[in-house]
């Protein structure tokens, strides 16, 4: 099981660009790294996702270097509305029962401050 | 497209008393999952459904939790007795595929917060 280490928690002014970074150094081969955003009161929400280099989509962008032991999350110009906890993920967790289930860790919990 | 729906969304109850939460997951999706966060723990896996069948509950705590999926579409978890410690923020997820290496994309809803007085 690929455990993942993140930041505890992050502070960041309106407009700046958040980078959070996730270690994960024994990933497996075949693992994908995942990352979901939750706002308070609300179910984990993904938001990108990605196996080697660099994947970018609406919301985010997605680092990888080439030996994959880390990832870097950013979000350009966040505003307020970013607030929440940011979970980095890696591949899926074999139950052993048949079944592949997510594995959160504790998250990295990002405020944004006007 | 309607997302993930969970009832209620918050349920208090008294110690000994059963609850029954609700969850109604994205139309068309096999796999649904149920996950829930203690005060201050992580959110944890509790079992896993392909259609109406239990493909893994190796993360149900204790027999006094039963979850159904009748017919392969809304999925129910019951407590019952409930204790003081079953409370937390119970989430349901449904995707198209199986979790595996690859992270299929999994649709959260909202939780149900369950406090047991």
């Known amino acids: 099981l690929a455990k993942t280490t993140q930041p505890i928690s992050m502070d960041s002014y309106e407009g700046q660009e958040v980078n959070i970074t996730c270690s994960h150094n024994?990933?497996?081969?075949?693992?994908?790294i995942t990352w979901y955003q939750q706002f308070p009161s609300q179910g984990p929400r993904f938001i990108i996702q990605?196996?080697?280099t660099k994947v970018t989509n609406e919301v985010a962008s997605l680092f990888i270097p080439a030996d994959r032991k880390s990832s870097t999350l950013s979000l350009p110009r966040v505003s307020l509305s970013d607030t929440a906890v940011y979970y980095c993920?890696?591949?899926?967790?074999?139950?052993?029962?048949?079944?592949?289930?997510?594995?959160f860790g504790k998250g990295t919990k990002l405020s944004v401050i006007p | 497209e309607a997302g993930v729906t969970q009832f209620p969304s918050h349920s208090v109850i008294e110690k000994g008393q059963t609850v029954t939460l609700r969850c109604d997951p994205i139309?068309?999706?096999?796999?649904l999952y149920w996950y829930r966060r203690v005060m201050g723990k992580e959110i944890k896996f509790l079992l896993h459904?392909?259609?109406?069948?239990?493909?893994?509950e190796s993360g149900m705590p204790n027999n006094r939790f039963l979850a159904e999926r009748t017919g392969g579409t809304y999925s129910t978890l019951k407590v019952q007795p409930a204790e003081l410690e079953d409370s937390g923020v119970y989430f349901c997820?449904?995707?198209?595929?199986?979790?595996?290496?690859?992270?299929?994309?999994?649709?959260f809803g909202q939780g149900t917060r369950l406090t047991v007085v």
């Open positions: 997820a449904s995707s198209q595929e199986g979790w595996g290496r690859r992270n299929t994309e999994a649709f």
């Open positions: 024994n990933i497996a081969t075949n693992d994908y």
């Open positions: 990605g196996y080697k």
């Open positions: 993920l890696v591949g899926g967790q074999y139950s052993g029962a048949g079944s592949y289930q997510l594995t």
């Open positions: 139309s068309g999706h096999d796999n």
């Open positions: 459904f392909v259609k109406e069948s239990k493909q893994d």
